[in-house]
């Protein structure tokens, strides 16, 4: 789930009756850059403003790539509270570029489906997309603290590409032709900082953003939620659950994740009556939860962590670049909590940024690479919002029309499946960028039967893996590095024209990876490949003796072809760097 | 109709029912089913759905979720 609103987080004083989260954030102190005590400018390619999920994950992907920045945090340390709580198989994908998913993995809870209930019949069951090839689940709870914790644990370890500055606000941001002034404040005193590029992950209240002169358009909800988070022993499986209009709260519907650490989320839906202040006081919460744990069965001895109010917001920018400067994230655009694409969407705004900001910064593409990074995010935001919206519409009817129409699908549904997809939460699954300009050869990409088509993401398979001179089974997913990457489909052939085009293209210094996925059991050179032998991989991407699907950084499919060439996967990557004709935007 | 078109049409629906505004919604509605009478044109099917609509069909648990009408006796 995204975070709330700053403005509707009403985080409640710690009473006896309240639980700690089980996790104390560790603090970092401000820190002056060594010749800033002068007021002298200091310069950075890349400054990110904000040091949370989308900001981390920027910082990291550019650091995959070899590039610098400098992350920019008001305050001292991970946030804690009731945040985002699910995150995606394409989140752990892109967690994993970044070197935190065995963190994830031991820590987070995963789930496959839920359960949704009419007053208390059961109306719905549903499974996300999953089965036996799969590497990853498809969802993973855990707490937004934790997620923070794991990618700043990560980017301590690369102290040397990411310098965080902890309790620094900005105060002043000043474009300039090539690149941004910012003047920024600590408890230590006060210091400018020059950049070339600006990325705002400074979520809802964005001041990148304003400094961009851009603001967001859209819709926002009547219907309020109160978010609480308790302290609850269970042996509940991790589920989705949902209920509208339960004996326990009439009128209202609730919904409940599992949490690691015994913790549970309840949202549920204040009537239009209701005042949101008082609505998140305890006598008024307390009340509310009892009733429907005990209509549950579950045990008595519960106890409330955090409660805040949540108000669905359903807007976005119409695009994410202003010159030198980048927006993401909650900067960028509010989704509705419901289907869970706030942070989710996050994660995927940094991967699709840091490939190409990367390249750019290191002078291996044009700048026009990075409206790209606008194009397909603001289609991904819009996709986001209208599968949210159809998630938001059911749970919080806008009008009596929806309500009406509601009531009867959920009294039909236990009796009619067919209605029942209407009820479906609709969860968040990564969004092909079917149209994107960046998307190569497209008259050769549409001969296939099968597999993820140009601007889609790679296809799991399982696979056995070589690399290093050692097999072992792992899976294709795990074949996308920060490179672009040829998956080279054979029986045992490599035109040595392919040797040529890597050379060149190490030569140039982009990174590219020739990876070979072979049918049968052939001993290849030193060369990292896989071997396909359940021939899952060949199937799943329709592919013969010669295909090549050719994959960006980010794992999206760039181009594919039954019978490449070298020169088209030259001519592809070449394109992407270098798009012809006019470069828009050169600030 | 496959799922993302009867999410479609029944959002569609759900507009329209909204916009003729509250006190017109069941008139709205017993047009459609008349109109949607003559397209299907099948009066086996069409007794069917007028029982399923009714709760007469359907099992306890949906009559008892739905607080649809007792069956007559």
């Given at each position: 789930?995204?975070?709330?609103?700053?403005?509707?987080?009403?985080?409640?004083?710690?009473?006896?009756?309240?639980?700690?989260?089980?996790?104390?954030?560790?603090?970092?102190d401000?820190?002056l850059?060594?010749?800033?005590?002068?007021?002298?400018?200091?310069?950075?390619?890349?400054?990110?403003?904000?040091?949370?999920?989308?900001?981390?994950?920027?910082?990291?992907?550019?650091?995959?790539?070899?590039?610098?920045?400098?992350?920019?945090?008001?305050?001292?340390?991970?946030?804690?509270?009731?945040?985002?709580?699910?995150?995606?198989?394409?989140?752990?994908?892109?967690?994993?570029?970044?070197?935190?998913?065995?963190?994830?993995?031991?820590?987070?809870?995963?789930?496959?489906?839920?359960?949704?209930?009419?007053?208390?019949?059961?109306?719905?069951?549903?499974?996300?997309?999953?089965?036996?090839?799969?590497?990853?689940?498809?969802?993973?709870?855990?707490?937004?603290?934790?997620?923070?914790?794991?990618?700043?644990?990560?980017?301590?370890?690369?102290?040397?590409?990411?310098?965080?500055?902890?309790?620094?606000?900005?105060?002043?941001i000043?474009?300039?032709g090539?690149?941004?002034?910012?003047?920024?404040?600590?408890?230590?005193?006060?210091?400018?900082?020059?950049?070339?590029?600006?990325?705002?992950?400074?979520?809802?209240?964005?001041?990148?953003?304003?400094?961009?002169?851009?603001?967001l358009?859209?819709?926002?909800?009547?219907?309020?939620?109160?978010?609480?988070?308790?302290?609850?022993?269970?042996?509940?499986?991790v589920?989705?659950?949902?209920?509208?209009?339960?004996?326990?709260n009439?009128?209202?519907?609730?919904?409940?994740?599992?949490?690691?650490?015994?913790?549970?989320?309840?949202?549920?839906?204040?009537r239009?009556?209701?005042?949101?202040?008082?609505?998140?006081?305890?006598?008024?919460?307390?009340?509310?939860?009892?009733?429907?744990?005990?209509?549950?069965g579950?045990?008595?001895?519960?106890?409330?962590?955090?409660?805040?109010?949540?108000?669905?917001?359903?807007?976005?920018?119409?695009?994410?670049?202003?010159?030198?400067?980048?927006l993401?994230?909650?900067?960028?655009?509010?989704?509705?909590?419901?289907?869970?694409?706030?942070?989710?969407?996050?994660?995927?705004?940094?991967?699709?940024?840091?490939?190409?900001?990367?390249?750019?910064?290191?002078?291996?593409?044009?700048?026009?690479?990075?409206?790209?990074?606008?194009?397909e995010?603001?289609?991904?935001?819009?996709?986001?919002l209208?599968?949210?919206?159809?998630?938001?519409?059911?749970?919080?009817?806008?009008?009596?029309?929806?309500?009406?129409?509601?009531?009867?699908v959920?009294?039909?549904?236990?009796?009619?499946?067919?209605?029942?997809?209407?009820?479906?939460?609709?969860?968040?699954?990564?969004?092909?960028?079917?149209?994107?300009?960046?998307?190569?050869?497209?008259?050769?990409?549409?001969?296939?039967?099968?597999?993820?088509?140009?601007?889609?993401?790679?296809?799991?398979?399982?696979?056995?893996?070589?690399?290093?001179?050692?097999?072992?089974?792992?899976h294709?997913?795990?074949?996308?590095?920060?490179?672009?990457?040829?998956?080279?489909?054979?029986?045992?052939?490599?035109?040595?024209?392919f040797?040529?085009?890597?050379?060149?293209?190490?030569?140039?210094?982009?990174?590219?990876?020739?990876?070979?996925?072979l049918?049968?059991?052939?001993?290849?050179?030193?060369?990292p490949?896989?071997?396909?032998?359940?021939?899952?991989?060949?199937?799943?991407?329709?592919?013969?003796?010669?295909?090549?699907?050719?994959?960006?950084?980010?794992?999206?499919?760039?181009?594919?072809?039954?019978?490449?060439?070298?020169?088209?996967?030259?001519?592809?990557?070449?394109?992407?760097?270098?798009?012809?004709?006019?470069?828009?935007?050169?600030? | 109709?496959?799922?993302?078109e009867?999410?479609?049409?029944?959002?569609?629906?759900?507009?329209?029912?909204?916009?003729?505004?509250?006190?017109?919604?069941?008139?709205?509605?017993?047009?459609?089913?008349?109109?949607?009478?003559?397209?299907?044109?099948?009066?086996?099917?069409?007794?069917?759905?007028?029982?399923?609509?009714?709760?007469?069909?359907?099992?306890?648990?949906?009559?008892?979720?739905?607080?649809?009408?007792?069956?007559?006796?």
């Amino acid at each position: 789930m995204t975070r709330p609103h700053p403005g509707d987080s009403l985080p409640l004083r710690m009473n006896r009756e309240f639980a700690a989260y089980p996790f104390k954030p560790k603090r970092y102190d401000a820190r002056l850059p060594s010749a800033a005590a002068s007021g002298e400018t200091r310069s950075a390619a890349v400054v990110i403003v904000g040091g949370g999920i989308v900001g981390l994950a920027t910082a990291l992907g550019l650091a995959n790539h070899g590039v610098a920045s400098v992350v920019i945090e008001a305050d001292d340390g991970v946030c804690v509270g009731s945040r985002a709580i699910c995150f995606s198989r394409r989140t752990l994908e892109i967690a994993d570029r970044l070197g935190i998913l065995p963190a994830l993995a031991e820590r987070g809870l995963p789930w496959t489906g839920g359960r949704s209930f009419y007053r208390d019949v059961e109306v719905l069951r549903f499974a996300m997309p999953h089965d036996a090839s799969q590497r990853l689940p498809p969802m993973v709870n855990l707490q937004q603290f934790y997620m923070e914790q794991f990618l700043l644990d990560a980017a301590e370890r690369r102290a040397s590409l990411i310098d965080i500055r902890w309790q620094t606000r900005v105060t002043e941001i000043v474009g300039r032709g090539d690149g941004v002034e910012l003047a920024l404040e600590t408890p230590l005193g006060r210091y400018r900082l020059r950049s070339q590029w600006l990325v705002g992950c400074d979520g809802a209240r964005s001041a990148v953003r304003d400094a961009a002169g851009l603001k967001l358009q859209g819709t926002s909800y009547e219907g309020r939620y109160v978010i609480a988070d308790i302290l609850l022993r269970s042996d509940r499986p991790v589920e989705r659950l949902a209920w509208f209009d339960p004996p326990s709260n009439p009128g209202s519907t609730l919904l409940m994740h599992r949490q690691p650490h015994d913790i549970w989320r309840i949202d549920y839906q204040l009537r239009d009556d209701e005042d949101a202040q008082a609505a998140v006081e305890p006598r008024n919460v307390i009340p509310r939860i009892d009733s429907h744990l005990r209509m549950i069965g579950e045990r008595p001895d519960w106890a409330p962590i955090w409660v805040s109010l949540y108000k669905a917001n359903a807007l976005t920018l119409e695009r994410y670049r202003q010159g030198r400067m980048l927006l993401a994230g909650d900067a960028a655009h509010l989704l509705p909590i419901f289907g869970v694409r706030g942070a989710n969407s996050g994660f995927e705004d940094a991967d699709n940024l840091a490939w190409k900001l990367a390249l750019v910064v290191k002078g291996l593409a044009d700048e026009s690479l990075l409206d790209s990074y606008s194009e397909e995010r603001v289609f991904a935001a819009h996709e986001n919002l209208r599968f949210a919206l159809k998630s938001t519409v059911f749970l919080s009817p806008p009008s009596h029309g929806f309500v009406l129409m509601r009531r009867a699908v959920l009294v039909l549904a236990p009796a009619q499946p067919w209605v029942r997809s209407l009820i479906n939460p609709r969860q968040t699954q990564a969004i092909a960028y079917a149209h994107s300009s960046l998307n190569q050869d497209a008259s050769a990409a549409s001969g296939f039967s099968a597999g993820p088509a140009p601007g889609a993401i790679a296809a799991e398979a399982p696979m056995t893996l070589f690399a290093d001179g050692a097999a072992r089974p792992g899976h294709l997913t795990e074949l996308v590095q920060p490179a672009f990457t040829a998956l080279y489909f054979t029986a045992g052939d490599l035109p040595g024209s392919f040797a040529g085009l890597e050379r060149r293209l190490q030569d140039a210094a982009i990174p590219f990876r020739f990876v070979p996925v072979l049918s049968g059991q052939l001993p290849l050179a030193a060369r990292p490949h896989a071997i396909d032998s359940g021939h899952a991989a060949f199937a799943a991407y329709d592919a013969r003796p010669g295909t090549l699907y050719l994959l960006r950084p980010d794992g999206h499919v760039l181009a594919r072809w039954h019978e490449a060439a070298a020169a088209d996967v030259e001519r592809a990557i070449t394109r992407t760097l270098r798009p012809p004709g006019p470069s828009k935007e050169r600030s | 109709m496959n799922e993302a078109e009867l999410d479609e049409i029944y959002t569609e629906l759900c507009q329209a029912v909204t916009a003729c505004g509250h006190e017109a919604a069941p008139e709205l509605l017993a047009r459609f089913a008349l109109l949607a009478m003559h397209e299907i044109d099948d009066t086996a099917a069409l007794r069917r759905l007028i029982a399923t609509a009714a709760g007469r069909d359907a099992d306890r648990s949906t009559a008892r979720a739905g607080g649809a009408p007792e069956p007559r006796r």
